[in-house]
C-alpha cells in the first residue's frame, strides 16, 4: 500500500528526475543546434501530429508525467527504506526498467528522443540514465 508519505517522496523524485534529465536533453539538443526538437518531437509522437506549440506542451507534461510515475514505481520500491545504498540501488534498478520499457514499449518517451542531429544510443543514452537514476534518488532524499 501507498502512503501519502510514499506518494509525496514519489513525486518528488520523478519530478527531480524528469528536470534533470530534461535539462540534459535538451543540452545535448542545444549542441545539435535545436534546443526544442526533443520536447517537440516527443509532443508530436504523443498526438501524432499538431502545432509546435501544442506539440512542445504535451512533450513537456509527457516528460514530467513519465518521471513522475517512474519516481512513484520507485516510492512503492524503496519508499520506507532510508539507507541510502539501497535507495541507489533501487533508482538504478528502476531506470533500467525504464530503459527497457522505453526501448521496447513506449519509445516516444525514450530519454533523447528527437534529438535528431546525432542518434542518442550507447555512452550519451547510458548517460541520460544514469542522469535519470541520480535524479530519482535525490528526489527521493530532498522529500526526506
Known sequence: MVTSERLERGVTAGLTAAAAVTGAILAFAWRAGAPLEPLVSTGRAMLEGGTPAMALIVGIVTRLADGVLWGLL???????????????????????????????ILVPLRLGYGVGVFPLHGTPLLYLYLVFAVGLLAGMRIAR
Do not use: E, K, N, P
Open 74 to 104: 520507485l516510492a512503492v520500491v524503496a519508499g520506507g527504506v532510508r539507507d541510502w545504498r539501497v535507495q541507489l540501488l533501487s533508482a538504478i534498478a528502476v531506470s533500467a526498467v525504464a530503459a527497457g520499457a522505453h526501448a521496447t
